[in-house]
C-alpha cells in the first residue's frame, strides 16, 4: 500500500541557531516553516498535526523572550481552515488526526476534526495526565483545549502509540520523546520509499542524516535513540519545521 503525503505551509517564524542544532551556531538565527500534513490512501484521509490556533499568545511569549526580534506569523492563507479549503476536506470527513506531540502549532486544531481517530503517544499521554509533571510547562506551549477535547473522547476514538504500533498497511508509529514526553513519529510508505514524519524531534533533515541534535530538548540520550531508530525505519524524513521541506525537495507540495 503506498499513500499519497501533501505538504502544507502553517505559518512561519526564526530561532537562534543553538536552538536549532545544539550549542551550535550562536550568531545565526533559522527560519523556520510550521506544516501540516495531509495522508491520503484508500479509504484513508488523516491529518499530521492540525497546526496553530491563536498566535497571539504566542507572540506574546516570544515577546518576553526574545524583545520583539522574533515573531510568528500565520497568514490567512495559510491557516487551518484556508489549508483544509485547499485540500478539498470536509474535516468530518478525516479518519485519523496524528498528533506528533501537544505543542500549540502541532495540536491546537484536533477539535475540528469530531469524526476522526486521535493517534497519539501513550507514554506522552501518561506522563502529561501525572499530578507532577515537570516536562510539560503550564504555559501557551502546551494549550489546554486539545488536552479537554482529548479527554472527552471515548475510548475507541483514539489510538495510543507503543513502539511499532501499525495505524495501517504501510504505516506504523513509534514513541521518540526527546523534545517532549509525547513525541512520536510515522513511517508512511510511499512510491519514493518510506517516508518517516519525524515530530519535533528534528526540526531539520540535518539533525537527523548528520546525527546533529536539537537544543530544545529535555532529553538529550532519547533525542539520539530516536534519530537512531528514524534512520533504520525510514528512506528519508519530513520534519514539521524544515523550510527545504517545501521550497526545495517537494516543491510541488505533494508526494505520491
Keep these: 500500500m503506498n499513500y499519497e503525503i501533501e505538504i502544507y505551509r502553517n505559518g512561519f517564524t526564526k530561532a537562534p541557531g543553538p ?33 496553530c490556533g491563536d498566535i497571539d499568545i504566542i507572540n506574546e511569549m516570544l515577546f518576553k ?17 484556508a489549508i483544509l479549503n485547499k485540500a478539498r ?13 501537544l505543542h500549540h502549532d502541532h495540536s491546537s486544531n484536533v477539535g475540528l476534526f469530531k469524526n476522526a481517530k486521535v493517534i497519539l503517544s501513550r507514554t506522552g499521554w501518561i506522563n502529561y495526565k501525572l499530578e507532577n509533571r515537570p516536562y510539560y510547562y503550564d504555559n501557551p506551549l502546551f494549550p489546554k483545549a486539545p488536552i479537554k477535547y482529548i479527554d472527552s473522547l471515548p475510548p475507541e476514538k483514539t489510538v495510543f502509540i507503543d513502539n511499532g504500533t501499525e495505524i495501517a498497511p504501510g504505516m506504523y ?17 510511499t512510491a519514493q520509499g518510506r517516508a518517516a514524519l519525524t515530530s519535533d524531534i528534528a526540526f531539520m533533515e540535518k539533525n537527523i542524516t548528520e546525527d546533529k541534535p ?43
Excluded at 91 to 98: I, M, Q, R, S, T
Excluded at 173 to 189: D, I, M, N, R
Excluded at 217 to 229: A, P, Q, R, S, V
Design 173 to 189: 508509529s513509534f514513541w521518540v520523546g526527546g523534545h517532549t514526553p509525547c513525541c512520536a513519529a510515522l513511517v508512511v510508505q
Design 65 to 81: 523572550e526574545f524583545k520583539g526580534k522574533i515573531t510568528f506569523d500565520l497568514p490567512k492563507d495559510e491557516n487551518i481552515e
Design 19 to 51: 536552538e536549532i542544532f545544539y550549542l551550535n551556531d550562536w550568531e545565526k538565527e533559522y527560519e523556520l516553516f510550521t506544516y501540516v500534513y495531509v495522508i491520503r490512501g484508500e479509504n484513508l484521509l488523516m491529518l499530521y498535526d492540525t497546526g
Design 89 to 101: 476536506i470536509d474535516p468530518l470527513n478525516v479518519n485519523y488526526v496524528f498528533l506528533s506531540h
Design 214 to 256: 536539537i537544543g530544545f530538548f529535555y532529553n538529550l540520550w532519547e533525542i539520539y535513540e530516536g534519530y537512531k531508530k528514524i534512520r533504520q525505519n525510514s528512506d528519508f524524513v519530513l520534519t514539521s519545521h524544515d523550510p527545504d521541506v517545501l521550497l526545495k525537495r517537494f516543491p510541488s507540495g505533494i508526494i505520491k
